[in-house]
T-cell receptor, first 115, second 116 residues
Framework: AQSVAQPEDQVNVAEGNPLTVKCTYSVSGNPYLFWYVQYPNRGLQFLLKYITGDNLVKGSYGFEAEFNKSQTSFHLKKPSALVSDSALYFCAVRDRGDRDDKIIFGKGTRLHILP | DGGITQSPKYLFRKEGQNVTLSCEQNLNHDAMYWYRQDPGQGLRLIYYSQIVNDFQKGDIAEGYSVSREKKESFPLTVTSAQKNPTAFYLC???????????????FGEGSWLTVV
């Protein structure tokens, strides 16, 4: 069965510094990988996804993520953090070979950008 | 604008009551989903539907029911059998028919349900 782990409940970064939010996954086949962001009292907003091809994926609001098959990771990154990036971030995985085609979400990482 | 509309945003349920959360999408998506979000537990799948008039239980279906009579609508009923229904409920949709595609799941703005 597929699973996804976000090892940090919270990440604190100073404004202007680079940020990384970690995600590792486990699937029996090849994965589709996603990142979402959630602001308080709102739904999840799609940031980016990896389907195939280039391991570095660029998404909304200057975020990017790198697919690393050997480390089974898909860490979210941004070169320079903004206070407005403070939110809850979810990593998600879909197993291409899963007949049920379910998407599994991590528990989320709360990102605090300090002014 | 295209999107997913959930209503109401806030709903209060008395003990023993059934309540229904509405979810409508105008994205022409085949698949629709209901998730429950509790603090520190991420998202848990309640029910999903890949096509009209068909739906499957997710990981925590007990105490919930759904229908999919129209492509654009997927209402969730929280029954009195659900003993701890206070949570944030998220409806979502995606274009795929469940064939292992990489189609993105898009979410509505969520509904808060509180037991009083």
């Amino acid at each position: 069965a597929q699973s996804v782990a976000q090892p940090e409940d919270q990440v604190n970064v100073a404004e202007g510094n680079p940020l990384t939010v970690k995600c590792t996954y486990s699937v029996s086949g090849n994965p589709y990988l996603f990142w979402y962001v959630q602001y308080p009292n709102r739904g999840l907003q799609f940031l980016l996804k990896y389907i195939t091809g280039d391991n570095l994926v660029k998404g909304s609001y200057g975020f990017e993520a790198e697919f690393n098959k050997s480390q089974t990771s898909f860490h979210l990154k941004k070169p320079s953090a903004l206070v407005s990036d403070s939110a809850l971030y979810f990593c998600a995985v879909r197993d291409r070979g899963d007949r049920d085609d379910k998407i599994i979400f991590g528990k989320g990482t709360r990102l605090h950008i300090l002014p | 604008d295209g999107g997913i509309t959930q209503s109401p945003k806030y709903l209060f349920r008395k003990e023993g009551q059934n309540v229904t959360l509405s979810c409508e999408q105008n994205l022409n998506h085949d698949a629709m989903y209901w998730y429950r979000q509790d603090p520190g537990q991420g998202l848990r799948l309640i029910y999903y539907s890949q096509i009209v008039n068909d739906f499957q239980k997710g990981d925590i279906a007990e105490g919930y029911s759904v229908s999919r009579e129209k492509k654009e609508s997927f209402p969730l009923t929280v029954t009195s059998a659900q003993k701890n229904p206070t949570a944030f409920y998220l409806c979502a949709s995606s274009a795929d028919r469940g064939t292992g595609s990489g189609n993105t799941i898009y979410f509505g703005e969520g509904s808060w349900l509180t037991v009083v």
